[in-house]
């Protein structure tokens, strides 16, 4: 390689080349080294684990539902009609009357179309302290037309049990556009009759519940399941140590922590990963023609024929003219067509069973049936034993 150089030149290109030799040693090595963590990477199987909170709630801590009834006022001539909605006018009245206003004797003459009539629902959170603000929905139960631009009046909020837990107040906003014209057009863009107040009521009583001092503690499965409730189990006893878990039914975890601290104890039981469990499942929603197929949904080899009767009938009336100096008239005469297609090319079909979902898809697939006869192939599937799963219909 070097035959045509001085000595002198020849050693120094050689340890030149033993240099650069040297110096991509470790890049290559590196190379190797990343190519095998990919492959480890890939090689790895991907467990959809998920964390306890996102699957289980503590017993206990909950929302409690709030609802009030309430005057909005304040709109543009799009309130109820006090003739025909008599709650409203009654409740006009009798605020009025709160406030130093008698109106009692002139009631006949109550004409305004600015206030209505609404219903305000809310959540109280679980630990609400009493001053806190929480949103407010607003609906009309009236004739009111549009809310937009109204005002919420002051308007006790109750739970359950009659008392009063919050108080409701606050500009309405509906997101809705409502426009009409002199001729009676209109143009409407979502619902103007119900809207939302950000923070619109002010939390008055709290529900109270001392988490702190509860050593025995439930943990509630949103999907109860059996294996999710064991493998919960076995993973808060690895992290906090054995017995502390018990799962007593599909739904229940048990936890005893009477030797610990219950808050932060629970903090991390939450960002514990778990693996869950479904059961197999098809959900079919008819009205909109949506399936929903659970990950365990297999179904046994069967073989399907399916084919629909189709008839067409159409009108095309034709035109029938008098011939010339004939004295006739010219007449529409009526023309229709039938024509009944049976789909006699659909062959019988053989659906494989298959291990996975991505097989189960790719046979339905092949069967070239749309949505609406999917369901009613699903229908038969199980009627003949062949699908292993529950049917839901909707």
Known sequence: MFACFPPATKRRLRSRAAWRQNLAAPRTRRAICCTAIILVLAATPCLAQVRVKDIADVEGVRENQL??????????????????????RESLVGMLERLGVNTRDQIAKLQTKNIAAVMVTGSLPSFARSGSRIDVSVSAIGDATNLSGGTLLVTPMLA??????????GAVTTGAVAARGASGSSVTRNVPTSGKISNGAIVEREVSFALGTQHQVALALRNPDLTTARRMELAINDALGAGVAHATDPRTVELNL?????????????????????PAVVVIDETSGTIVMGANVRISTVAIAQGNLTIR????????????????????????????????????????????????????NALGVGPRDLISILQAIKAAGALQADLEIK
């Open 313 to 364: 009938v159409s009108e095309a009336p034709e035109v029938s003219q008098p011939g010339a100096f004939s004295n006739g008239t010219t007449k529409t005469v009526p023309r229709s067509s039938i024509s009944v297609d049976t789909d006699h090319d659909h062959k019988l079909g053989l659906l494989n069973a298959a291990p996975t979902l991505r097989d189960l898809v790719a046979s339905l």
């Open 67 to 88: 609802v009030g009834y309430g005057l909005v006022v304040g709109l543009n001539g799009t309130g109820d009609k006090l003739d025909n909605a008599v709650f409203t």
């Open 160 to 169: 359950a049990d009659g008392d009063v837990y919050a108080v409701g107040q």
């Open 258 to 278: 009477r030797t610990m601290d219950v808050v932060d104890a629970l903090a991390r039981i939450e960002d514990l990963r778990v693996e869950p469990d479904s």
